[in-house]
Every structure is written in C-alpha cells, then in structure tokens.
C-alpha cells in the first residue's frame, strides 16, 4: 500500500485543485495538491515537499481532515488528507496540467481521482449551509 498526502487548502470560500498530467496515471482527472510519502518522511514533511516541487509553495500544515483507502486496479492508495494554509508563494504549474480554486458547490463540475470522492462527499456536507 502506498501512502500518499494531499492538501486541503482554502482561499476563503475557495479550496484547491490541481489536474494530474495527461501522462501520468488517471492523467487529467482532478486531485488535491500532495503527494507520495518518501522512507524517513513524516507525513507533514512529504506534504511541505511535493508542495514546493510541484506548486513552489510554502505550506502552514494543520490538523488531518480525513484518511482514506483506495484500491485502483493498478495501486492501493492510503491519503491523509491535511488542512493546510499556503504561507509563502503563489501556486505554479510544475507538474500539473492545471490549477483551479472551486467552491464545495462546483465540485460535480470536475472529473476527480476516484479515492477523492469520499473526502469531495465531506467537504460538501461541511459546507453546506
């Protein structure tokens, strides 16, 4: 099983989203910003790194929002999902095909990885008024 971190991070209203390369497995589907967990890293620092390489940002990481296990038929992912405030930079496309900030309410307009749908079901249910 791998263990794979992203970051749930918000600009008021707004959270982050970033497209997988067309290269890359489940290339163009949407994720959130993060990464795999390298031997000797804590979560948290795997996090701090696949940000700055891949957005060239500088996170503030806070408490763990949720974890979830996925079986895609190539690889079981588990991804800690982590509140995260962006403390320095300006997300840029490193890695990624694109970058968008969407509301809980936009969410159905996006293809997303198939392990993200429970954490998309949450952060719906969070938001709603």
Request: net charge negative; proline share 6%.
């Amino acid at each position: 099983m791998m263990e794979v971190v992203a970051a749930l991070i918000w600009d008021k209203d707004r959270f982050l989203i970033c497209q997988r390369p067309p290269h890359k497995a489940r290339g163009l589907l949407w994720e959130f910003a993060g990464g795999k967990v390298e031997p000797g890293e804590t979560k948290e620092q795997a996090l701090l790194r696949e940000c700055k390489e891949e957005l060239d940002i500088t996170l503030d990481v806070g408490t763990e929002f949720m974890e979830v296990i996925h079986a895609y038929p190539d690889i079981t992912v588990h991804l800690t999902l982590f509140n995260a405030a962006i403390v320095a930079g300006e997300p840029k496309l490193l890695e990624h095909h694109d970058l968008q900030w969407i509301t809980p309410s936009e969410i159905s307009q996006y293809a997303f990885c198939p392990a993200d749908k429970e954490i998309l079901d949450r952060i719906k249910t969070c938001a709603a008024p």
